[in-house]
């Protein structure tokens, strides 16, 4: 298509011909579509019909299952063709909409002809597959479109660097095959765009931001430069959205070795999850698997004991009165979440590898099979120079060795008599179906009745040793629970001084078989360390979000559990609410990320809020200074002082129904406890119509929420009402972390009740960036 395309006429013309041919591509894909379909259903109906199942004799079996083998991989190349073919057509449907997003004229250096080229979520080629009707954002030469604004400009690709003129930079809103505008702009990405983009009401779930990445956001989402990409930024400056952009990027990058089965999020609670779940489909790409780390240690932990998760140990301690034992219950916390404590275990596992390991008794119908001694005998009589896990999977080997002679040896015991007496006609007739085909190929040489009672005892007996061995090779012989409270029993070289009570605390936390938050990384990394570490290998790629959450000690213990995969790690620090990353060290801690493998970026620009809202909430902080606001303008911040309970209530509903008036669509009060909100709720909920959002939440829609701080992290709010700031509440100093996430979750109002005095955060806060009323 070459024509002179400045105008707008000339632009339009340009998206219906690209509209007639994605509509003529779809057309082809459903045809083939169906045809695929009508298989697969075919080869569903017909699968037992197209094999032949014969299992008279081995080689007929070995036949009948090549033969199912061949059917059923077949029906698989159908379904995957078939779902393959249903993405295409999404996305075709979705450029048939809205083709793409921009477009830059790039002339190549040495080079008359201008290209140029237009940007959309995927890419497409012209009839005869030679030109790029429109390029995926993905692209290399697409970088040229975040990173630079018309003049001279280069991009990067496999083969090099190119160097050229950009002249022209062109956005685009085009919906339903129209456009809506378009202009030309002198910028790297045009502000009016991104506050069109900002200036709308928030979804219950976040969008993509492909039309309007950042230079910055740009360099996060594109760099491969190395295994662990540290990322902080501000609250609100797109480090969520840009990881997500960052998950397609890598998508598109190595589309031959890497799908969305090989990448994991880690998010902070499954309100998130949800939250962020339309942004890869958005794209045309398939969601990434998505965990919190207590899902994950959950799994791990099983149910033996009862696990205290983050959000409970943060409510314990946000409602805990300053004193001695909140400074103890943190001191504990933040020592078992350091590399100290992991150096501490590490040197226990040291002195394990030579004695004092731990075995349970293999025991089997309520008597001893194999003594703890005998285990730990064989153990440390293995050569100490092989590493102790190895040695541990050779002990595991032996006990199995030793289990099966036993099960052989049991078969001939009185109980197995007993037991055989008893069982029903199904076992009887499935022995008997087995002796006639061994009968048929030993001819007349088998004795029925000895045969049936062999088989049956060797059934009976494999099936009660199958749990023993099960176990054994689970590695619980080992006798971790014991071994874990023993690093709070022994004598260690540097402790903490107040060591005697952390150790007082967790052992009697044990003995009840709960399990701290704090303990349950240090207790599984012993555990895998014993018993052989439990690798992903399959996960390449972790994102983990909210990385201020995370202890160094996380950070070791999930390389340690994907030892293969490259990490994002996208955090601020400003939002540190868990006890053990509060004015302490956690993951994104750039001394942890000092080497070639590390590359550590910053964010400072903050997008969410309006630069009204950000002029208050970056004074809350120490560091806030560095904190620069998209110039999107909006209402200064309300803060409402009043003197009774009932008044405060009765203004908090006042104020949620103004702001639903005045058109928002989605507004939380946040309050910092989840009791707080429960008791909120159950006092307001008559009055208004309001949800109550809780750690077990897993959705929510547009409308008035009731939320407590520490989930209100990750997601945002048309408006935001905190509920009391009050200055026995927001009143120590580590809660300023959390006041600072809460009132940041606001996009376009923000309004800080307090009932009696404001809350010291504030003093600090300039009054002219606020208005203030008293009640
Ligand atoms: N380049 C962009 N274009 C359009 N919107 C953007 C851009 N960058 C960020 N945003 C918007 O800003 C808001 C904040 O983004 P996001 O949640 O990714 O920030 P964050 O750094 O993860 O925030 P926090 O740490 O506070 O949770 C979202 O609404 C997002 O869509």
Request: with cysteine.
């Amino acid at each position: 298509m070459s024509q002179n395309l400045d105008s707008k006429e000339a632009e339009q013309q340009r998206v219906n011909h690209i509209r007639s041919h994605v509509g003529k591509e779809i057309d082809a894909l459903t045809k083939h579509d169906q045809k695929t379909k009508s298989e697969i259903i075919q080869l569903r109906k017909t699968f037992w019909e197209d094999v032949t199942v014969n299992m008279d004799n081995p080689e007929d079996a070995a036949e009948s299952i090549s033969s199912i083998k061949q059917q059923s991989e077949l029906l698989g190349e159908r379904e995957r063709t078939h779902g393959q073919m249903d993405k295409t057509i999404h996305t075709l449907e979705r450029l048939k909409g809205s083709p793409y997003f921009g477009r830059i004229d790039f002339r190549e250096e040495g080079q008359d002809e201008v290209q140029s080229i237009y940007l959309g979520i995927s890419s497409l080629l012209d009839e005869e597959q030679k030109d790029f009707l429109i390029h995926d954002w993905r692209a290399p030469i697409s970088s040229l479109y975040y990173d630079f604004a018309p003049g001279e400009a280069y991009y990067t690709s496999p083969e090099g660097t190119t160097e050229g003129e950009m002249t022209k930079k062109r956005q685009f809103i085009i919906q339903s095959g129209q456009i809506k505008s378009m202009f030309d702009t002198g910028l790297t990405i045009g502000d009016d765009l991104l506050k069109e983009v900002l200036g709308n009401e928030a979804n219950s779930q976040m969008k993509s931001i492909v039309a309007t990445i950042q230079s910055e956001q740009n360099q996060l989402i594109r760099d491969e430069s190395s295994r662990y990409l540290v990322v902080q930024g501000a609250a609100g400056s797109g480090k969520t959205s840009a990881a997500l952009q960052r998950a397609a990027y890598l998508l598109y990058r190595h589309i031959d070795t890497l799908s969305a089965k090989n990448m994991m999020l880690f998010s902070p609670n499954p309100l998130f999850n949800s939250y962020v779940a339309k942004v890869l489909p958005e794209l045309g790409e398939d969601n990434m698997e998505q965990t919190t780390f207590l899902q994950y240690i959950s799994k791990r932990l099983g149910t033996t004991y009862e696990i205290e998760d983050a959000f409970m140990q943060t409510e314990k301690l946000l409602t805990l009165a300053e004193g001695p034992q909140y400074e103890s219950e943190v001191s504990g916390i933040r020592y078992k979440s350091s590399l100290a404590f992991k150096k501490m275990i590490d040197d226990y596992l040291e002195r394990l590898s030579n004695e004092g390991l731990l075995f349970k008794q293999v025991r089997f119908r309520g008597e001893i099979l194999i003594e703890a001694s005998r285990i730990s005998a064989y153990f440390y009589s293995l050569d100490r120079t092989i590493p102790l896990n190895n040695r541990m999977k050779l002990t595991a080997e032996w006990l199995l060795i030793k289990l099966t002679r036993l099960e052989k040896l049991e078969r001939s015991n009185g109980w197995v008599e007993d037991e055989i007496e008893l069982l029903g006609v199904d076992a009887y007739q499935e022995v008997q179906k087995e002796y006639q085909v061994e009968r048929g190929l030993e001819e007349d040489t088998f004795d029925e009745a000895k045969y049936e009672r062999q088989k049956l005892a060797e059934k009976l007996v494999a099936k009660q040793f199958k749990p023993l061995k099960n176990a054994v090779k689970k590695m619980n012989f080992i006798h971790v629970d014991r071994l874990f409270k023993n690093v709070f029993k022994q004598s260690h070289s540097s402790v903490p001084t107040d060591w005697n009570e952390i150790c007082e605390r967790t052992l009697e936390q044990l003995d009840e078989k709960k399990m701290l938050f704090e303990d349950v990384t240090p207790y599984l990394y012993l555990k895998d360390r014993l018993g052989g570490v439990k690798a992903n290998h399959v996960i390449q790629h972790v994102f983990i979000d909210e990385a201020q959450d995370y202890s160094p000690f996380q950070f070791e213990y999930l390389k340690l559990i994907y030892p293969a995969a490259n990490m994002t790690i996208l955090g601020d620090v400003n939002q540190a609410v868990y006890a053990q990353s509060q004015h302490q060290m956690t993951m994104l801690d750039e001394s942890l990320h000092t080497d070639k493998q590390h590359q550590v970026m910053t964010l400072n620009k903050s997008y969410r809020s309006t630069k009204q809202i950000v002029d208050l909430t970056k004074q809350i902080i120490t560091d806030g200074d560095r904190i620069e606001a998209f110039n999107r303008k909006g209402d200064q911040p309300l803060v409402v002082s009043v003197d009774h309970e009932q008044e405060l209530d009765q203004q908090i509903i006042q104020e949620a129904l103004r702001l639903k008036e005045v058109g928002h669509l989605s507004i939380a009060i946040i309050t910092k406890t989840a009791i707080e909100s429960e008791e909120l709720y159950d006092r307001i909920k008559d009055q208004v119509p309001v949800k109550l959002l809780t750690k077990n939440s897993h959705e929510f829609e547009r409308g008035l929420h009731i939320v407590p701080s520490y989930l209100s992290k990750g997601i945002e709010f048309d408006a935001v009402i905190v509920h009391d700031a009050s200055t026995h509440v927001y009143k120590q100093e580590h809660e300023r972390t959390l006041f600072y996430t809460v009132c940041t979750r606001a996009m376009h109002e923000l309004v800080i009740f307090s009932l009696g005095k404001m809350t010291t955060f504030l003093d600090e806060v300039s009054q002219d960036v606020y208005r203030l009323v008293r009640n």
